[in-house]
Structure formats: C-alpha cells, structure tokens
C-alpha cells in the first residue's frame, strides 16, 4: 500500500496509530495496519484507515471531523482539514493554525533543534497570539517542549506554534 500525503500534515504515520496484526477499517471493511481511532462523531469508531481519511469517505459514512479550524475565507482548505486529514492526538482542542487564508502545515512535535533555531523563534514571536493562548512568549520558552506543536504556513514560509497542555 502506497502511502498517502496530507497537505496539512507532514510524517502524518508518526501520529496515527499501528497495528502489527493490522485492524479492520471500520468505513470500507479492509484490513489495515496504520489507522486512526480518533474523529469528531456521535458514532462509535475503532478504527479509520488512512484512505478513507485521505478521501474523506469515512467523514461522509460517519458524519464527523478529524478537526476543528478557526473559520478563514478558504472553504477547499476547511474541507481537507476537517473532513481529509487526520486529527493529532492532542491533551485537549486545538484549532488549526492558519495563515495567509490557507493551514499551516503540522511539522512535529517542538524539539531542541527548534528551540536553537533563530529563525523559528523570530516567526513564532511574530505569529504568537499570546491573548489565545492564554500564556505569555516568554513563558512559552520556559515550558516543556513537549507541549508545543510545530507548524509552517507553506505560503509565506512562518513557523506558528500551539500549547498543548492538560
């Protein structure tokens, strides 16, 4: 199987889950290894291959969302994040970054590589919503990297970062 790419997601298979004795796709009833069992439904659902995430066939048979967005001009892009790309397991809600009327693209996890890159932090002090977040940029340098999730607007090239707390 042929992996697919997700326009907002970049190493998407880092973040989904994997089964070595593989499941059953609960939208199209293949077998699968690489999955997710996380959506916005009133359905009950244990897993969701990566083609029917990738199609958008298992938001349309569930009725659901793999994410919530802040509103933006662009209904192609509020259709490919919520209903085509999968969700990244987070402590609580996040609304998808967006940036020049398009997503930003999940990049990983913040690391120390990111935490030493000038650049980055020169974006994330542009981009930073602090009244959003609800924590301060400095702050945000003190806390642990493992709260904060990387993203890049593919249009104009600037880092955006959300806190992902419990």
């Known amino acids: 199987m042929e992996y697919p ?7 998407a298979k880092e973040f989904l889950n994997y089964s070595e004795d593989g499941v059953v796709c609960d939208c199209c009833g293949k077998t699968t290894n690489i999955f997710t ?3 916005y439904t009133a359905k009950r659902i244990n897993a969701i291959c990566v083609d029917c995430i990738k199609s958008g066939e298992a938001c349309k048979k569930f009725d659901g969302e793999f994410n919530t967005v802040t509103i933006i001009d662009n209904k192609e892009a509020i259709d490919e994040l919520v209903h085509k790309t999968p969700a990244i397991q987070t402590f609580q809600e996040i609304d998808w970054p967006a940036c020049c009327n398009d997503f930003c ?8 590589v990111d935490f030493e890159n000038e650049q980055i932090w ?20 003190e806390m642990d ?19 992902d707390v419990d």
């Open 5 to 11: 790419i997700f326009k907002y997601m970049a190493n």
């Open 105 to 112: 693209k999940f990049l990983r996890i913040f690391t120390d």
């Open 145 to 163: 990297l493992s709260y904060l999730l990387l993203y890049k607007c593919e249009i104009c090239g600037k880092h955006h970062i959300k806190i």
């Open 37 to 39: 069992d996380n959506m």
């Open 122 to 141: 020169e974006d994330i002090k542009e981009t930073f919503d602090e009244d959003e977040e609800g924590y301060s940029i400095d702050y945000v340098k």
